[in-house]
């Protein structure tokens, strides 16, 4: 027997138009044919990743806001402007969506001491969340992928992670992406340069905007990655870090360099380049294109050796990179490359519902020898004519039809018409020698 209803139970009224939700601004939703290119995208690079003995994590979306506070650094936008957060309403903890995957990652290695046995090469790919203006390329739930290396502190992995990312863009056929480097020292180093850099910046205070005022004594390095154009020239003539950087700073650097040009990896040294994270020191980098417009950096990265004991592990060196998953495709797009063809391999069309058991036997053998098969559904109790069938059969974009026809089955065969080359050719086929002729159609896709 039910309960009755309390009296502070909401009513609710049965005439009402039912309300029509939408999703979040900013977080869309990736529906075919679109995400059959995203699949392809994280296809290449899990081969990719696997080439280099990369290993695959999964972390969990939201973490500990604290983690991002220690991590990213208090006065970063990203902090300051842009996480999503909230207090959990169970236990009053303080979580975050993630804005990134670095610093969760290094929870996750502290946390489960994966270091243990000496370092390890990792990467991940998922969705992130910052709360920003949707623009193109600029959602406010974007993907990444993302490559760690943990526990190495030599020069050759960081250019490791830029070898690996310039193959990226090899395997995906794109063209016009540009390597910024530049080095931020170690932490005397980058102390040196930021007292020279805030006096330099309280010269020409009448030229800063509020932004960089607000940022003068907290986050002066941050000011050198302005976009506004009135304060160009005060940046360009600020005290470079690079000039600050002792021996061993420089011969990391130079290192970087000797095996980016024994690989023919053209580069560009950047003295602005300080990225938007506090946990970065020595070499950063980002790969940049001029087809995006404002949003042309689809890759960026550094070492943060540092980073591991901020959030409570055993001092540890590492490095690493996140490119942005949409950005990438919209380059893709925009170059015009040629994506593989996503279509099944046959559409079947089945005239009668008579047919179907033999049907879908015969299309499960042809699924187990590797073929892509898209089988015509029924609308209620009816199959729908051959000529509605064959037009979507067409619009599948498929190679070929099976026809699963009543004289052909009565015989024992099956019908195969070819879609695309050599349209309208017909041949047909036993229904007990599925492996020996799917084989064959394979070959000719």
Known sequence: MSEPLKENTPKVERTAKPLRLLGVKGMNDILPPESARWEWLEGQVRELMGRYAYRNVRL????????????????????????????????????????????????AVVEHNLLYEGGKRLYYIGPMFRHERPQRGRYRQFHQVGAEVLGFGGPEVDAELILLANDLWKVLGLKDVRLELNSLGQPAERQAHRTALIAHLEKHSDVLDEEAKRRLHSNPLRILDTKNPAMHGVVEAAPRLLDFLDEASLSHLNAVKAILDANGVAYNINPRLVRGMDYYNLTVFEFITTSLGSQGTIC??????????????????????????ERVLELIKEQGEAMPDLAPDVYAIIPETAALPVAMQVLQSLRACGVSVQMHAANGTSMGSMKSQFKKADASGARFALVFGGEELARGLVAVKSLRDGAGDQRTEPLNTVAAWAHSLQSAL
Request: proline letters at 7%; zero cysteines; aromatic letters at 8%.
């Open 60 to 107: 969990p979306i939201v973490e500990p806001t604290a983690l991002f506070v220690r991590g990213l650094g208090e006065v970063t936008d990203i902090v300051e402007k842009e996480m999503y957060s909230f207090e959990d309403r169970l236990n009053g903890e303080q979580l975050t969506l993630r804005p990134e995957g670095t610093a969760g990652l290094v929870r």
């Open 300 to 325: 960026g990265g550094g070492r943060y050796d540092y980073l591991i004991e901020q959030v409570g592990g055993k001092p540890s060196p590492a490095v690493g990179w996140a490119l942005g998953v």
